[in-house]
């Protein structure tokens, strides 16, 4: 398995609170990925990195922002967490596969964050 | 638009029958496919994958998928379903070449119940 971890595994939290996940990868790969999987949508990109320092919004990236500073952390907040944010997190990385675009995408095992 | 349908949101065979689940994907380059599976609690897990060459593609666990151009579809198939394949099943496009970011897209899903 990629060595991919989460943190934390679940939280929950108020309204209005500001919240951190952590996406830690030990494969040094160039790219990392945040989506959020809710019922009937699948998983949605919120974010992603394309190296130390560059990021990108995905498909519902508001009300979040990342940080990656280091090519192994790849930081996820909430700045004033709502109701419609309480979903499943999961952090996914992929590495750059000469002559494509990339290789496929390995999924940490997910945070559940709930807020009340 | 660039999008993954899933038409089963859920499926119940009986163990031991064949299993079809469906995909079709609308997507304005040449496309990277995937099939993920995800168990209750867990993280996705690659199943198999499509970038070119043979358009039947066999992964793990004894799954197969087939690539048809003409249909814009990606089927996940397996002959003999076994009870620890309940699950939830993601399909997913990517682009195979150019600046995208490896970026994914999702269906909806499909749950896979197994009856004994």
């Known amino acids: 398995d990629a060595g991919i971890t989460q943190s934390p595994r679940h939280k929950v939290t108020e309204t209005g609170t500001p919240v951190t996940l952590r996406c830690h990868q030990t494969e040094n790969h160039r790219y990392m990925y945040w989506y959020r999987q809710d019922p009937g949508h699948g998983l949605r990109l919120i974010h992603y990195?394309?190296?130390?320092?560059?990021?990108d919004k995905g498909e519902v990236s508001d009300g979040y922002s990342v940080s990656r500073s280091k090519t192994e952390d790849f930081l996820l907040t909430l700045e004033s967490a709502t109701s419609s944010q309480t979903s499943v997190y999961f952090c996914a990385i992929s590495e750059e596969f000469p002559g494509t675009t990339h290789n496929e995408q390995f999924f940490g095992p997910g945070t559940r964050l709930t807020v009340l | 638009a660039q999008s993954v349908t899933q038409p089963d949101i859920h499926i119940t065979v009986s163990e031991g029958a064949s299993l079809e689940l469906r995909c079709n994907y609308s997507?304005?380059?040449?496309?990277?496919l995937f099939w993920y599976v995800q168990s209750p609690g867990q993280g996705l897990q690659l199943l198999l994958k499509y970038f070119s060459g043979d358009t039947l593609v066999q992964g793990i666990k004894g799954f197969e998928a087939e690539f048809k151009r003409s249909q814009s579809s990606f089927n996940l198939r397996k002959p003999s379903v076994h009870w620890s394949d309940a699950a939830e099943y993601f399909c997913a496009v990517g682009a195979a070449y150019g600046n995208q970011g490896g970026k994914l897209i999702f269906g909806q899903g499909t749950e896979l119940s197994v009856k004994p």
């Open positions: 997507y304005g380059a040449t496309p990277y």
């Open positions: 990195s394309y190296g130390v320092k560059d990021t």
